[in-house]
């Protein structure tokens, strides 16, 4: 059976590359898929349906278009892994987090111990909360090929 797994969060690491790879060396049959991330892209994603004067407008046409690509991918996944860097605000996966909780999908946290207060509500919805990907890949490997 191949899972769907949704990457979500923090662009700016290569924890994304980590996951995949080591899923990879296991033998693990799942399928990965993330928003985009290639920052300025993502921020253009409205650009098409007109120029704003307010990167407020902008901004929200971005975020609507984005939402279709991210909302199917998390309605799909069996499992999503929303990843909260150290530095910079993943607001987006803290959106993303709530969004699978709504729709009962199983997600697993990735973060430092620096951030546990903050992240206390999205934690505590939470199926596991990993600090490496090494631990993701652990917990995929013992859900795909434990019998």
């Given at each position: ?10 662009i ?7 996951i995949?790879?080591?899923?990879e ?9 993330s ?9 253009a994603?409205?650009?098409g ?5 307010n ?5 929200h ?11 199917n991918?998390?309605?799909q996944?069996d ?13 987006n ?9 709504a729709?009962?999908?199983p ?6 111990e ?34």
């Amino acid at each position: 059976m191949t899972w769907n797994v949704y990457l979500s969060g923090e662009i700016h690491t290569d924890w994304r590359d980590q996951i995949i790879k080591g899923c990879e060396n296991k033998g693990l049959d799942i399928t990965f898929s993330s928003a985009v991330t290639d920052h300025e892209s993502s921020d253009a994603a409205g650009d098409g349906l007109g120029e704003e004067s307010n990167a407020f407008w902008r901004d929200h046409k971005s975020a609507k278009v984005n939402a279709i690509r991210i909302q199917n991918q998390i309605k799909q996944c069996d499992l999503a892994i929303i990843r909260f860097g150290d530095k910079y605000k993943q607001w987006n996966a803290a959106f993303d987090a709530g969004y699978c909780a709504a729709l009962d999908k199983p997600y697993i946290t990735l973060h430092s111990e620096d951030i546990i207060h903050p992240l206390k509500e999205v934690d505590a919805s939470a199926q596991a909360w990993a600090t490496t990907p090494q631990q993701v890949v652990d917990i995929l490997t013992y859900l795909l090929l434990q019998k």
